[in-house]
């Protein structure tokens, strides 16, 4: 089972990152995919969670919009746009997947900095 984050990296306020999840090894459509962020000296926190089909998302009150969470099944891949990006976005970024199994990414690094 893998889960392959990237997309992240630095990027001005204000500014635009797409993170993608490449997922391996499990039977994707039937999992509930979610993106978490840990900043530094804080718990981990979900930002976003989509339904297998991909009809049904939920955001955390401070990411509402400006991110965008979306699936394709047939690529097995998820992907968050952010938009309107501020320094408290600041953290690394992990995919999870949630069904019968729990599985985590290794994160990808957002830094939001002028």
């Known amino acids: 089972v893998q889960l392959v984050e990237s997309g992240g990296g630095l990027v001005q306020p204000g500014g635009s990152l797409r993170l993608s999840c490449a997922a391996s090894?499990?039977?994707?459509?039937?999992?509930?995919m979610s993106w978490y962020r840990q900043a530094p000296g804080k718990e981990r926190e979900l930002v976003a969670a989509?339904?297998?089909?991909?009809?049904?998302?939920n955001y955390a009150d401070s990411v509402k919009g400006r991110f965008t969470l979306s699936r394709d099944n047939a690529k097995n891949t998820v992907f968050l746009q952010m938009n309107s990006l501020k320094p408290e976005d600041t953290a690394v970024y992990y995919c999870n997947a949630r069904w019968t199994r729990d599985y985590w990414g290794k994160g990808t690094l957002v830094t939001v900095s002028s």
């Open positions: 989509i339904g297998s089909a991909g009809g049904d998302t």
């Open positions: 090894g499990f039977t994707f459509r039937n999992y509930v």
